[in-house]
């Protein structure tokens, strides 16, 4: 029985990519290191920043991890303050969910700072009841350790909890975790979501109801949502 819904939030909740692809500009422009386009998609794979950061510099220090992504931090801040909005469908979801008594978590690769200033700039922090950053777990996805983690705090078996996800490493994340997923992509990502081991894959959440997230629980994988 579904008793609560997890979210990743980077494309799920808020839709924030190419704010993300801006602000990783700016900074790897800023220390100098030239970064073909198509080679920025990494950052949205739903990678910790460390990850992110040795990916594209190297071997770094402890505090030149925190250094960078502080710098990281402050750009992605000043291109959020204009352009931040949420993913389409994703207010009513949460609302209904809500009303509904399930209760609702944030699983995140992103720092608890910047997680926080998201979901109070969006005005959406109030409907979660648990909320893990990248920064409260040694690995990122897709180890599942981020999903665990939330599974507890929400005080909910793994079995009775769906995520929403539209990384692969997220999607694998989750199912290693024992929950069941399913995928926020357009259609050209959708195959990879579903190799990944997403059972349905939506591009947004208009029309998906709670009635829908129970249905598709209660029946099995193989009912279209």
């Known amino acids: 029985m579904l008793q609560a819904v997890i979210f990743d939030m980077d494309g799920v909740i808020v839709d924030s990519h190419p704010i993300h692809k801006k602000a990783w500009r700016r900074f790897l422009d800023s220390v100098g290191k030239e970064v073909p386009e198509e080679d920025l998609d990494f950052i949205l794979d739903g990678r910790k920043k460390e990850d992110i950061l040795r990916h594209f510099l190297g ?10 992504g502080h710098e990281k931090e402050l750009l992605f ?14 207010e009513q ?19 608890d700072s910047r997680v926080n200033f998201v979901l109070r700039q969006l005005r959406l922090l109030e409907y979660f009841s648990a909320i893990v950053a990248g920064d409260e ?6 180890d599942p350790a ?3 983690l939330t ?12 995520v929403f996800e539209d990384s692969v490493s997220g999607v694998k994340a989750a199912t290693a975790a024992g929950m069941r997923c399913v995928g926020l992509a357009e259609a050209s990502r959708a195959e990879s979501l579903r190799e990944a081991g997403a059972e349905r894959v939506i591009d947004h959440f208009g029309g998906f109801s709670v009635t829908q997230a129970h249905e598709f629980f209660s029946a099995g994988a193989n009912t279209p949502v």
């Open 59 to 68: 071997e770094l220090s402890p505090e030149e991890i925190h250094r960078l």
């Open 77 to 90: 801040r000043e291109e959020a303050r204009a352009e931040l909005r949420p993913v389409e469908g994703v």
């Open 93 to 111: 979801l949460l609302s209904s969910l809500s009303q509904a008594k399930i209760k609702l978590g944030v699983a995140s690769s992103g720092s």
């Open 137 to 142: 777990v040694s690995a990122g996805k897709p």
């Open 146 to 148: 981020i999903f665990r």
């Open 151 to 162: 599974s507890q705090k929400l005080d909910v078996a793994p079995e009775q909890i769906l």
